[in-house]
């Protein structure tokens, strides 16, 4: 089955209005935010810059992190990731939503790039922590969200590089190559909570899935010690800012790789 490998950047160049709402979690005048149609876990989205007459970035710039980073656009390049962050920060604050409204209780959310990515045109990760999907079928798919791994770069890492001197910056730059970070993702595969190794991936899922209903067990327990300390608080009406995800567009349609 072939893939476009390039559906990314033709998304970023069409108007918000022209994608359905199946496709579009939601959107500001200089990103879009996706669905994932292979989610590797219970909430995957994708944001993705948007290419327009005045967003100062041509295609081939917005490529891919490196790209961005190697056309001497410092300053640019910082307040683009910096504003794909805050994007990001509205997604998350959804699916949290969400997961208290579904299951009771909110786990963590990480939000980073792929070191190298699979698909052009760049895009930031917004993930639940659980990695449980039907779609994280193969080694690569879970080595490439381990998030102590490094082929997983989490946004707030890739910020602080604009913190560095220019020689520590450009090492930063030279080490987003294939050669560097693709070994990564043959690494033995590592539970990322409690580091237990396992040798083939139905076992790792299955633990996976243990961990998380662990986990759930133990936030609801806290979240219900935490209500007997207190009153109950009576419902506020909601706002404009309460956004959550539609259950009705659970089913994504973007064209990630699924090998």
Known sequence: MMFDLTILQKYAKRSPSSLPPTLLLTNSETSLTIFDKYPKATYHFLVLPRITADSGFTADELENLQTLLARGKKAEARGLIEGLKKDAQTAKEMVEKEMLKRHGYKWDVWIGFHAVPSLTHLHLHVISSDLCSPSLKHKKHYNSFHPNLGFF???????????????????????????????????????????????????????????????ASREKKSLQGKKRKRPEEGETGRTESDREVPSSKRQAVTNDVDT
């Open 153 to 215: 770069l989490h946004v707030d890492e890739v910020l602080a590089w604009f913190g560095q001197d220019s020689a520590s910056f450009d090492q930063q730059l030279m080490s987003l190559q294939n050669n560097l970070h693709e070994p990564l993702l043959k690494e033995d595969l590592a539970c990322w909570r409690c580091r237990e190794t396992f040798k083939a991936m139905p076992k790792l899922k299955e633990h996976l899935v243990r961990e998380k209903g662990a986990e």
